[in-house]
């Protein structure tokens, strides 16, 4: 990401105390990078799961406000909570993770960048979540989960990558139950998915009583066929699906579009 200046809300470390976090901080298997958003950092594994564009856009289509309550079910090393306060999405954040490994590293995240009291990592399947954080408590959730079935996905020598691009038969069913019982009445849930599997994962929330609501096909160029899908359901709502306006990637020279370049907080 690049761009953006500080948000006035947050008091971040002074540079010597980040440089002394950072050498403490990372290991020889991973590197560190500037998210170029109010003054973030995230470390990341060399060779594990790193972060995409579908974060990105996941985090500036989701609707938190500043005083929400929110929960990033399978929030992987941190990226969604982190790029949310950056964007002065929500008072505090429940990332949820079940690996170990994982889970330890978005801590470090979330200590790098002094937010401990803004967000909270916490251990457990996307299901059970509710045991740790409460039921009904949540105003929003957000949601990146495995795109890859087990009969379609390679497998992955790694179990970082593995676990992030394969899902099981019921992955889709654990975080969308988890979702229904920490929400709210009439909280949003927003995730992002493959646009191919656009009906799978609509019928799916339907049938944990999150009602789709408003939904954004992304498109890499407009001459291609859309591969992400952005959806935003709301628990126990009446059916009436609002389509927005496609979201195009790329100009067809391999410029990114000037909606792109917002989002990713460039200035020319």
Excluded: W
């Amino acid at each position: 990401m690049c761009g953006g200046a500080a948000h006035p809300l947050y008091h971040f470390q002074s540079e010597r105390r980040k440089q002394l976090q950072t050498a403490e901080t990372v290991r020889p298997d991973e590197t560190i990078e500037d998210l170029q958003l109010a003054g973030l950092r995230l470390i990341q594994k060399k060779n594990g799961f790193r972060f995409g564009m579908d974060s990105v856009l996941l985090a500036d289509f989701a609707e938190i406000r500043p005083t929400d309550l929110a929960a990033d079910l399978g929030t992987g090393n941190g990226i969604i909570p982190l790029l949310l306060i950056g964007r002065g999405k929500s008072r505090h954040i429940y990332g949820v993770e079940l690996m170990t490994e994982t889970a330890e590293l978005a801590r470090r995240n979330v200590c790098l960048n002094g937010l401990e009291n803004r967000i909270s990592v916490i251990q457990s399947d996307a299901a059970d979540a509710a045991a740790c954080i409460g039921k009904c408590t949540v105003d929003a959730v957000i949601c990146n989960p495995p795109y890859g079935h087990p009969s379609a996905s390679l497998a992955s020598g790694n179990l970082q990558k593995a676990a992030a691009r394969t899902q099981e038969e019921d992955t889709l069913h654990r975080f969308f139950s988890g979702a229904y019982d920490i929400l709210k009445g009439k909280g949003k849930l927003s995730l992002v998915y493959p646009a191919p599997q656009m009906l799978h994962v609509m019928k799916c929330l339907q049938e944990h009583h999150l009602e789709p609501k408003r939904f954004r096909l992304v498109y890499p160029r407009a001459d291609k066929p859309a591969n992400l899908v952005l959806i935003e359901a709301l628990k126990d709502a009446k059916p009436t699906l609002h389509p927005m306006p496609p979201m195009v990637i790329y100009h067809h020279n391999g410029v990114l579009t000037d909606e792109l370049k917002s989002v990713y907080h460039i200035k020319e």
